[in-house]
């Protein structure tokens, strides 16, 4: 199995930022794009960005030159800077990664419980 667990959300005024940290564990084989995905009560869960194992990213529109995403040294870790916030930034921030587990022979999908982010004045 593995585990992806998010930390780093918190309350912060519009202008100020946070910097959210992903990190994956259990039985990894090898890990592949990861990224973080948003949802505000109400709506369907949207695409904030990736980065592949390489390192290329991908942004939203909404997000471009404001977020940054990056991977960590021990290429199980992925962390979101987030700058310049907004109000409609606020929702909970969940993490996603694609990984091969020990025996297994395909790539699957997991998902951690999320982390919330409000901003607000």
């Known amino acids: 199995q593995v585990q992806v667990v998010e930390s780093g959300g918190g309350l912060v005024q519009p202008g100020g930022s946070l910097r959210l940290s992903c990190a994956a564990s259990?039985?990894?084989?090898?890990?592949?794009?990861m990224g973080w995905y948003r949802q505000v009560p109400g709506n369907e869960r949207e695409l904030v960005a990736t980065v592949t194992s390489y390192g290329t990213p991908n942004y939203a529109d909404s997000v471009m030159g404001r977020f940054t995403i990056s991977r960590g040294n021990a290429k199980n870790t992925v962390y979101l800077q987030m700058n310049n916030l907004k109000p409609e930034d606020t929702a909970v921030y969940y993490c996603?990664?694609?990984?091969?587990?020990?025996?297994?022979?395909?790539?699957?999908?997991?998902w951690g419980r999320g982390t919330q982010v409000n901003v607000s004045s």
């Open positions: 996603t990664c694609n990984v091969k587990t020990r025996g297994s022979t395909s790539i699957d999908v997991y």
């Open positions: 259990g039985s990894i084989l090898s890990i592949y794009t």
